[in-house]
Every structure is written in structure tokens, then in C-alpha cells.
């Protein structure tokens, strides 16, 4: 990889900034419509940055004792909410950096946090329970406990909220808490990723497969081979394309026509360490996925899944070692593309060509 | 990339109530100036501030394809993940799980999980058992059974509660179970940290360290003495000992060196098939036959040997001579006649438990394609019944020895240090359950070249 980092990016990758959080970048995303990167850490800091610059605007370290562990920008960009190891799910403003709201969850971690798709709930996970809370932090209801703890949680485009544990996905209605539908299969579900119009339910397994399901019909279908464990997947956004990890390739299955039962899947080969993160831009069959070689590539692809590197990079500036990518966050209008990384560095690239 | 050494791990295991929050304690207020974290499945009252305590369910994963060796701990996949985030990257983490807990998962999830593998090291698994309590639970429950099998370490904690005779029973039971374990007493877990942290457990070199016999063939005798005899008439005498009564073999023609003594051990454990004839005090002992000395009575208590051309004799004896202050005297002028070489032997015990251990040791150099179609089948056929299995092998044209670990059917295996000088040998320790010692050794027998 050497040659990448003397190089510095190819393709439509080009240079941004680089900034750098007190540890370990655990996630972070887009806030005020791409002016502002927030990024969360595992000492518990949380930090943003200018869009162009990469200045620090504002930033808080230790803000959750023991560190971060979920973070989700609001739909509007203007809140987002970070959960911790000390048990609390902060509500913020982006602009200012002030915490809007303190949800206390109890002396347990809260490791996930998602906002719903029209803004209105928020979602955390607690061990074997989840809550959902309003915009204004007040709790509109929590489940029951689930079979284990909750691995991941995700809003579907009508308001239900899917969540994953150790042999099954339940769907909740978003605004009543009821168990509108449970899905189930013998194991260990790590990730967890809807398509668009929420019909695919697709979840990384422990065994290192891809188990999936079509609501529709009730059918499910599971796919092996895996070297690892598929603990990134993310679906484009017209549902064509499931990229899935699990090992240095990135694994595309296709939707169309009859697939992806009994068709082979796109193989994109440049990692040479297992794929980490996995994002789609928010339109076009355009995917960014980071590894644990420190390597971010933008590949494009066509509708059966397969497709070319046509960027690359690695994180950091040419004077440090490239760390394992620990998430990419596409800006708003997919021309920048952030990466975060186990040294706690945080790099942006302007993405060229649309 | 990160290219740091591995964090150690221990697994503390042992059923409620054995001592492990106490040891926990312990460890923590020792070990100070290292970063430790602490994920409990059982919520005690670890209060110690320096270190980081997790609390977590133990979850269980099984997978769909139905094998028990694929089942690891979710809750430790997860916390562990989550840990080694941190920049200060802890020094060592210690789990204590569940009384019930059954400790394959948990040792399994450090073989089987590619992130946990890449960042983690299983350092030893340290079972805690109440001295008091601990046969009632064998019978009752396969966990308990499990973690004996499973431990490097045994602690045979509270022994204040029973007497010295019980826990040497208990600690021989215990041994037949895992022969690989190392078994330390204490009253309130009160042992050296050092026993229980970075044992390296899965390194044999450290285990045949410390107890050199334990892969040498069991005798159904302790101890041998040889004693150079002129013609005449002997007394054998005896004080009160441990046992109302005592195999014994006298051999004649017995040589003093090391082979002579195997030799003659090899003999006397055909003479100990027979039966034993009864002797009692004040008959003569036959030579070259098992007798049994009886010895009920109280106060010293004297047998015969008639010898009529000189002679060295063997004594293997089922104690050892100290036990019982045994003297051999001349009959006529009643002179004590000094032991030549005294030997003492690994004994052999009844094995009632399902659970058991055995070791393999063979000189010379094995087919490495014979032995991995060998080594597929047991783990294919007998995977679940074998807990644990480590060992080094000397694999026919490689330079460098070859050592393995195994968890039920999981196996790593990676080349060591070059052989040298060293005599090239094969040893493999195995424990499990109703594992069939002869069939396994002659399997391994037939890779050999």
C-alpha cells in the first residue's frame, strides 16, 4: 500500500482535509445540510468539524464516561444523538454543540441509536431492550426483552423500527411499540440492513453467511462462503444492489430479475485486509467501502452487481500509518466523502466527478 | 497498522459460593500499575477502583449448523470488541462467568471469532473449587465436571473444611479428571497471583516444567527400593501406615540403573495382575509373587525373606517405604540393611469419572499427511467428547518443532522453535470424555514412520 500513500488519492478521490479526535473514531456523519462533520470517539468525546476546512468548530471530551458508542445524525441535520458505556443518549444541537437533551438509560451500555426516517422517534438500544424516545427526549414507549441483547437496530421508510438479536428480527410499529412482525432463524445476527422500500431484510451471521428474508412472501434465503463474519452490508438506493463484507472483498448480490437465489454475485477485489464499513451514495450505484488496511475505495457498479475501483485512497496524511477504517459518511450532496479511523483520525476527500 | 502484542485473558470459572469473587479481589489489589478490566456474568461485589468491571449476561450463540464447537459467547464478542478501542488498551482482562457456565463457548469464542482472535489471547482458564462441596456437584451437574476438564489451573480453595486425607482423595480424583491442570491449595483463595496470571497454559513446555512425570506411564506400585543381600535370613518391618494393607512384588536379580528399574517395573506389572496372596505377620514372603501384607494389627509388624545365594532384590511396594518406616534387618545380628536406590513411581488410580485425561509419548517423527487424516477423523468422530488437547509433534522433515491446541473440534497448530539437539519426540495430551486411550494411541502409533 505504500505506493497508494505516496501517491496520495486516485481517481475521483481528492485531497480535503485531515483532523484528528482524542481516540478512537467510534462514528460520525453530516449535520447543518454538509457544513459539518460531528465525529464521536471511545474516550466519550465528541467533536465537529467544518465541511470545507476541517476546523474544529466545537467539542467536548469524556461527554460519556467510557466512551461512545452510536451515533446518528437527525434526518433535518440540524440534532443528533449519541449513546455511551455510561448508560446515556444525548440529543444535540449541530450548530452550537449544546445537549438539547440528557436520557438517562440506567448503569447498562447503550449501543445503538437511530432516528427514524421522518425525524419524529428515536430509537436506542439497552442489553436485551430497546426505547424509543420524541425529538424532545420523552419516552414514547420500550419493549419487551428480547431473546438476547439487541446486535443493531433500523427505520424502515414506514415508520417501523427492525431490530436484530441472536436468532431473530422483529419489527415494531414506530409510534405503538407493537410487534407488527418477527422473523426467525438459529443465529447470531451481527448486522442488519433494509432495502429502501423496506420488502428485504438482509443480516449479517456469526457463522460468516448473509441470511435474508422477503416480507412479502415470508421466503428467506441464506448465502455462504463468507471468510468472516458480514458485519457490513448496505443496500443502493433503489434496492438493486446488496453489498455485503465479510472478508478483503466486497461481495455484491443483485436484486434484479429472479436474483440473487441462484445467480453469482459481483466479487470487488483491492482490500487487502477485511472490509469494515460499507456505504452507498445517497443516489447512483456508486459504493464506498474502507477496510482494515486503512484503504477506502469508490467503486462503480453496474445492475448484476459487478463493477470497478474507480478511487482510492488511504486515511491519514502521507506522514502517518493508515489505520483500520472504522466508517465513511457520504455527504449530503455525495461530493465528499468522510472516513474515520482507529487512530482517531478523521479524513475527507472531495468526491469529483458529478 | 497496529502491530501490538495480543491481551491476555483468564477465564475464571468454579461453581457459586467456590471463591472466585474473593480471587477476583485479590488479583486487583495485587496486580497494581496494570490496567485490568473485569467482565463479570456474575454480579458480586468486586470493589476495587482502578479496575474497569463490566457487567454482562451470559449469551450463548449456537449456530445454525448444529455444532457445539461453533457455539461462542455473545456477550464476550461484544464487550471484548468494544474494549480494545480504547487507545489505553487494557493489560489483561479477567472474566468471571457463571458457576453454571460451560466453558467451551467461552474458550471456544478465542478460536473462532476472526476480530476477537486478531486482538486477544487466551491465557488460561482457572477453575475454583470448593473443597467441601465439590463431590456432591460433580455428581450432580456436567457443568462442574466441564470446568475441572477445561482448567490449567485448579484452585482447591477452602480446604480449612476438610481434613488432609480428603483433599489428597479429592486432589487425586481431580487429577485423573485433567491431568494437564497445575492444582494449588489455598484456604481463602489466598495463592500467589502468579498462578493464576499469564500462565501461557496453552505452552506444554511450561506444563511438563512443572510436573516433569505427568506424561510417564502410571504403575500399580509407588515405590521401589534395591537392597544388595548375602545369603540368610531377613526381616521386613513395618510401623502403622495409611493402609491396612500393602501390595508388594520382591524381584530378584535386580540391577540399580535406571533401564534395570524400568525393566523390572515392566516385570513386576504382570506379577501385579495376579492375584495377591495373603501374608501375615510372621510368615515368610514368597519371592517374584504378589503378595498382599497384611496389616491390621497394631504396633510393628514383621515378614520374612529367606534368600540362599547372594543377591540384589527389587521391593516394589504400593507404598512408598517412608509411609510405613519400613527397614529391612538382618534376622541374625538384627543390622539394618541400606536401601542401594529408591525410586518412586506414578500410581495408578481407579478412574470412576466419565471425564478424563491421557497423554501420548512417542519418539521419532510422524507422516504429516497420515497424521491429518488421522487427526480429521477423531475431531470429525470425536470432537465433542474431547474438551482440550495441546501438545508438540516432530513432523517428519521439518526442522522446527510443531506445536497445537485444540478445543473440541477446533485446532491451531503452528511451527515453534527449530528442534537442534533435542531428541525429536511427539507429545499429546488429551482430555474428554470416555475418550478410548488404546484406540487413540494406536491411531497415533500407526502415523508414526
Known amino acids: 500500500m505504500s505506493d497508494l500513500n505516496q501517491d496520495g488519492p486516485r481517481g475521483v478521490l481528492r485531497s480535503g482535509w485531515t483532523a484528528a479526535v482524542g481516540d478512537y473514531a467510534i462514528a460520525g456523519g453530516w ?97 436485551r431492550r430497546v426505547h424509543v424516545f420524541g425529538v424532545d427526549g420523552q419516552e414514547v414507549w420500550r419493549s419487551e426483552d428480547h431473546p438476547s441483547t439487541v446486535s443493531t437496530l433500523t427505520w424502515s421508510a414506514s415508520e417501523e423500527l427492525a431490530t436484530a438479536c441472536y436468532g431473530r428480527v422483529t419489527f415494531f410499529g414506530g409510534s405503538s411499540g407493537s410487534v407488527v412482525q418477527e422473523l426467525e432463524w438459529q443465529g447470531s445476527l451481527v448486522s442488519l440492513v433494509l432495502s429502501p422500500d423496506g420488502n428485504v431484510v438482509a443480516c449479517g451471521s456469526q457463522d460468516n453467511s448473509v441470511h435474508f428474508w422477503r416480507r412479502s412472501t415470508g421466503e428467506d434465503s441464506q448465502m455462504h462462503g463468507y471468510p468472516g463474519k458480514p458485519s457490513a452490508l448496505a443496500f443502493d438506493d433503489s434496492g438493486t444492489l446488496l453489498a455485503t463484507g465479510g472478508g478483503k472483498d466486497v461481495t455484491v448480490w443483485s436484486f434484479d430479475g429472479d436474483g440473487p437465489e441462484g445467480t453469482h454475485p459481483g466479487v470487488l477485489e483491492f482490500h487487502v485486509k477485511p472490509v469494515t464499513t460499507l456505504v452507498f451514495a445517497r443516489r447512483g450505484r456508486r459504493l464506498a467501502s474502507g477496510a482494515r488496511d486503512g484503504s477506502v475505495v ?21 506522514t502517518s500509518m493508515p489505520d ?21 483520525g478523521v479524513t475527507y476527500w472531495r468526491v469529483m466527478d458529478r | 497498522m497496529n502491530t501490538q502484542q495480543k491481551v491476555p485473558v483468564t477465564i475464571l470459572t468454579g461453581f457459586l459460593g467456590s471463591g472466585k469473587t474473593t480471587l477476583l479481589n485479590r488479583i486487583l489489589s495485587e496486580e497494581h500499575g496494570k490496567r485490568i478490566a473485569v467482565i463479570e456474568n456474575e454480579y458480586g461485589e468486586v470493589g476495587i477502583d482502578q479496575a474497569l468491571v463490566i457487567n454482562a449476561d451470559e449469551e450463548i450463540f449456537e449456530m445454525s449448523n448444529g455444532c457445539i464447537c461453533c457455539t461462542v459467547r455473545g456477550d464476550l464478542i461484544r464487550v471484548l470488541g468494544n474494549l480494545m478501542k480504547r487507545r489505553d488498551k487494557f493489560d489483561y482482562v479477567l472474566v468471571e462467568t457463571t458457576g453454571l457456565a460451560d466453558p467451551g463457548p ?7 471469532d476472526d476480530e476477537i482472535r486478531e486482538e486477544f489471547t487466551l491465557d488460561g482458564i482457572v477453575t475454583l473449587v470448593d473443597a467441601a462441596h465439590i463431590e456432591q456437584q460433580l455428581g450432580r451437574s456436567d457443568e462442574s465436571t466441564e470446568q475441572i476438564a477445561f482448567a490449567d489451573v485448579l484452585v482447591l480453595n ?7 486425607e480428603g483433599l489428597d482423595t479429592l486432589e487425586t480424583r481431580l487429577r485423573d479428571m485433567n491431568r494437564m491442570a497445575r492444582v494449588v491449595r489455598s484456604e481463602k483463595a489466598d495463592i500467589p497471583v502468579d498462578t493464576v496470571l499469564n500462565l501461557s497454559a496453552f505452552d506444554l513446555d511450561q506444563v511438563l516444567e512443572r510436573r516433569p512425570t505427568f506424561l510417564e ?28 494393607e500393602m501390595s508388594l512384588v520382591v524381584k530378584t536379580a535386580q540391577g540399580s540403573d535406571d533401564a534395570a528399574l524400568r525393566e523390572g517395573a515392566e516385570w513386576c506389572v504382570r506379577r501385579y495382575a495376579d492375584p495377591a496372596g495373603s501374608v501375615t505377620p510372621g510368615d515368610d514372603v514368597p519371592l517374584e509373587a504378589h503378595v498382599s501384607l497384611q496389616l491390621q494389627t497394631s504396633g510393628r509388624k514383621s515378614f520374612f525373606i529367606q534368600v540362599d545365594a547372594p543377591v540384589k532384590v527389587g521391593l516394589y511396594a504400593q507404598h512408598t517405604a517412608e509411609e510405613f518406616d519400613m527397614k529391612l534387618l538382618r534376622t541374625d545380628n538384627g543390622v539394618e540393611i541400606p536401601v542401594e536406590v529408591e525410586r518412586i513411581w506414578v500410581a495408578q488410580h481407579e478412574h470412576d469419572d466419565e471425564v478424563g485425561s491421557f497423554a501420548i509419548e512417542r519418539s521419532g517423527d510422524v507422516d504429516p499427511e497420515r497424521l491429518n487424516a488421522w487427526l480429521s477423523e477423531i475431531l470429525r468422530e470425536r470432537g465433542v467428547d474431547i474438551f482440550r488437547m495441546k501438545g508438540f509433534l516432530s513432523i517428519a522433515g521439518d526442522p522446527n518443532r510443531f506445536v497445537f491446541q485444540g478445543v473440541h473440534m477446533l485446532f491451531d497448530g503452528q511451527p515453534d522453535k527449530p528442534w537442534g539437539d533435542m531428541p525429536r519426540l511427539n507429545q499429546l495430551v488429551f482430555i474428554g470424555r470416555n475418550l478410548d486411550e488404546d484406540a487413540m494411541t494406536k491411531g497415533f502409533d500407526a502415523c508414526l514412520i
Not at chain 1, 467503486?299 to 459487478?306: C, H, I, K, R, T
Request: aromatic share 10%; proline share 4%.
Open chain 1, 31 to 127: 449535520a447543518c445540510k454538509g457544513t459539518l462533520l460531528v465525529v464521536g470517539d471511545a474516550a466519550g468525546g465528541v467533536y465537529s468539524f467544518e465541511g470545507t476546512s476541517g476546523t474544529i468548530r466545537w467539542e467536548h471530551s469524556e461527554i460519556h464516561q467510557g466512551g461512545v458508542l452510536a451515533m446518528d445524525v437527525h434526518p433535518d441535520g440540524t440534532l443528533f444523538a449519541t449513546a455511551g458505556q455510561d448508560g446515556r443518549v444525548l440529543i444535540w444541537s449541530a450548530e452550537d454543540g449544546q445537549v438539547r437533551q440528557t436520557i438517562d438509560l440506567g448503569n447498562a451500555w447503550v449501543e445503538n441509536v437511530a432516528w427514524s426516517l421522518d425525524g419524529q422517534w428515536l430509537a436506542a438500544s439497552v442489553s
Open chain 1, 298 to 318: 469508490i467503486w462503480s457498479l453496474l445492475s448484476d452487481g459487478e463493477g470497478g475501483p474507480v478511487g482510492v485512497s488511504l486515511v491519514g496524511d502521507s
Open chain 1, 324 to 344: 483500520v477504517v472504522s466508517g465513511l459518511a457520504w455527504r449530503p450532496d455525495d461530493r465528499g466523502l468522510a472516513a474515520f479511523d482507529a487512530s482517531g
Open chain 2, 106 to 112: 467461552v474458550a471456544q469464542t478465542f478460536f473462532m
Open chain 2, 158 to 164: 477452602k480446604t480449612d473444611l476438610v481434613g488432609t
Open chain 2, 217 to 244: 506411564p502410571e504403575y500399580p506400585f509407588e515405590w521401589t527400593g534395591v537392597y544388595a543381600l548375602e545369603p540368610g535370613r531377613y526381616e521386613l518391618s513395618l510401623a502403622e501406615g495409611p493402609d491396612p
